[in-house]
């Protein structure tokens, strides 16, 4: 289908915007150090290679991924050079880059990311809620790595009755703002993790302000119960197989039903016998334009009030959890490149290198937000694949100051 053509406004929103300097605004050089700091891994001394400058190297390798690291931080030296007060500072060898990024390690990273990555919609932002809840939903995904021995034996890799993969593959479970597809919460492990549990630890992010969607095989009565204690209101898809009997049948179709905890977490001593949870459930089909119908979808609401939404709202409502694949293949096909793998030969230095793709990607979409606030229109069309252009064509403009 062909990509729909952007205007001019928001085309010049973007251009205003994407740059190096909208990275360090994101993520000031103080910011920066704080979380070095916290990680005991700050450089003690005015080194070749200063920690935050490797932090700053890090983020640009996800948007410059086609090219070297020397030739990244080049990109980032042509801005900062400057700033440091001697136009002669010279770009180090690789060698001296890979042991400073070992030196970092993934936490500055990781807790960068979960100290200033949040979703970025207001209620004014098109696309973004559902009556007053913000839209977000969980999914995972996965991405190659390195074909080293380090990286095989942390995150393994998949195979089948044939043969196995060619490349170690880290499992992602994530987070994600609907309307701008802000990826605002993430948890790692290897190919052989479960997603669901990887899933758990992001459910301390839901909040009331939120309506989560979810599919599948996200289910469990203590992820439902662990996720309603959060107070946001949830609309899962469930297995048929999952035993759900009509107890009132609402005028809208649905129908209220209660749950109870698995014969195997009660031995688990997770949840009690006697508990038990009413909730709504949606059933419907989806017809296709040759007059097919699908197999029918199962969802499972906390609104138990029609009035609050009706079933057909929530049927649509759902189809927003498909942001978070678009959000996907714009993270893996346009910033990273198709039929690229990351290029971190260690484990921890593997998941530096993630969250700096995240970092990156945050950066990106929140100006995309602001670009479609402005233009009153809502993100989706605003578009991506213009903003890595953009972002790449002037990263070295706008640069504040580097103490800032």
Same mark, same amino acid.
């Given at each position: 289908?062909?990509?729909?053509?952007?205007?001019?406004?928001?085309?010049?929103?973007?251009?205003?915007?994407?740059?190096?300097?909208?990275?360090?605004?994101?993520?000031?050089?103080?910011?920066?150090?704080?979380?070095?700091?916290?990680?005991?891994?700050?450089?003690?001394?005015?080194?070749?290679?200063?920690?935050?400058?490797?932090?700053?190297?890090?983020?640009?390798?996800?948007?410059?991924?086609?090219?070297?690291?020397?030739?990244?931080?080049?990109?980032?030296?042509?801005?900062?050079?400057?700033?440091?007060?001697?136009?002669?500072?010279?770009?180090?060898?690789?060698?001296?880059?890979?042991?400073?990024?070992?030196?970092?390690?993934?936490?500055?990273?990781?807790?960068?990311?979960?100290?200033?990555?949040?979703?970025?919609?207001?209620?004014?932002?098109?696309?973004?809620?559902?009556?007053?809840?913000?839209?977000?939903?969980?999914?995972?995904?996965?991405?190659?790595?390195?074909?080293?021995?380090?990286?095989?034996?942390?995150?393994?890799?998949?195979?089948?009755?044939?043969?196995?993969?060619?490349?170690?593959?880290?499992?992602?479970?994530?987070?994600?703002?609907?309307?701008?597809?802000?990826?605002? =919460?993430?948890?790692?492990?290897?190919?052989? %993790? #479960?997603?669901? /549990? +990887?899933?758990?630890?992001?459910? &301390? $992010?839901?909040?009331?302000?939120?309506?989560?969607?979810?599919?599948?095989?996200?289910?469990?009565?203590?992820?439902?119960?662990?996720?309603?204690?959060?107070?946001?209101?949830?609309?899962?898809?469930?297995?048929?197989?999952?035993?759900?009997?009509?107890?009132?049948?609402?005028p809208d179709g649905s129908y209220l039903a209660r749950i109870r905890p698995s014969n195997r977490l009660v031995r688990r001593g997770v949840c009690d016998r006697k508990e038990e949870m009413v909730l709504r459930v949606i059933e419907y089909q989806v017809e296709f334009e040759d007059?097919?119908?699908?197999?029918?979808?199962?969802?499972? =609401?906390?609104?138990?009030?029609?009035?609050? %939404? #009706?079933?057909? /709202? +929530?049927?649509?409502?759902?189809? &927003? $959890?498909?942001?978070?694949?678009?959000?996907?293949?714009?993270?893996?096909?346009?910033?990273?490149?198709?039929?690229?793998?990351?290029?971190?030969?260690?484990?921890?230095?593997?998941?530096?290198?993630?969250?700096?793709?995240?970092?990156?990607?945050?950066?990106?979409?929140?100006?995309?937000?602001?670009?479609?606030?402005?233009?009153?229109?809502?993100?989706?069309?605003?578009?991506?694949?213009?903003?890595?252009?953009?972002?790449?064509?002037?990263?070295t403009e706008n640069i504040p100051p580097c103490g800032e």
């Amino acid at each position: 289908m062909p990509r729909k053509p952007m205007a001019a406004p928001r085309e010049m929103s973007l251009a205003d915007h994407l740059t190096l300097g909208a990275v360090m605004q994101t993520y000031t050089r103080k910011v920066i150090e704080t979380h070095l700091d916290r990680a005991g891994r700050n450089s003690i001394r005015n080194r070749l290679l200063p920690a935050f400058l490797v932090v700053y190297l890090v983020i640009v390798l996800a948007m410059y991924s086609e090219v070297s690291v020397r030739e990244n931080l080049r990109i980032v030296l042509e801005g900062l050079r400057r700033k440091f007060g001697n136009d002669e500072t010279s770009v180090a060898g690789g060698t001296a880059i890979s042991k400073q990024r070992q030196r970092i390690g993934k936490e500055p990273f990781r807790e960068m990311f979960e100290g200033i990555v949040r979703p970025v919609a207001d209620k004014g932002l098109k696309g973004c809620f559902f009556r007053r809840w913000r839209i977000v939903a969980v999914d995972g995904n996965h991405i190659e790595v390195q074909n080293t021995v380090d990286n095989r034996r942390a995150f393994g890799v998949h195979s089948n009755q044939y043969a196995e993969s060619g490349y170690p593959l880290l499992k992602w479970v994530c987070l994600v703002e609907c309307g701008t597809r802000v990826v605002f =919460a993430a948890s790692v492990g290897g190919v052989h %993790a #479960s997603e669901v /549990e +990887l899933f758990d630890p992001l459910i &301390e $992010r839901l909040d009331a302000g939120m309506i989560h969607l979810a599919d599948r095989c996200y289910y469990s009565f203590e992820r439902w119960k662990r996720c309603a204690a959060r107070g946001a209101a949830l609309l899962w898809r469930v297995k048929s197989s999952l035993k759900l009997e009509p107890e009132t049948v609402l005028p809208d179709g649905s129908y209220l039903a209660r749950i109870r905890p698995s014969n195997r977490l009660v031995r688990r001593g997770v949840c009690d016998r006697k508990e038990e949870m009413v909730l709504r459930v949606i059933e419907y089909q989806v017809e296709f334009e040759d007059g097919a119908r699908s197999e029918t979808v199962r969802l499972i =609401a906390s609104l138990l009030d029609p009035g609050e %939404a #009706s079933a057909d /709202e +929530l049927a649509h409502l759902y189809a &927003e $959890r498909w942001n978070v694949e678009t959000g996907f293949d714009e993270l893996k096909t346009h910033l990273k490149g198709s039929g690229r793998v990351l290029r971190s030969q260690l484990p921890e230095i593997v998941e530096q290198e993630f969250y700096g793709f995240l970092l990156a990607y945050f950066v990106v979409r929140k100006v995309m937000a602001d670009a479609a606030r402005k233009g009153d229109v809502s993100p989706a069309e605003v578009s991506f694949v213009h903003a890595v252009r953009v972002i790449k064509r002037r990263l070295t403009e706008n640069i504040p100051p580097c103490g800032e």
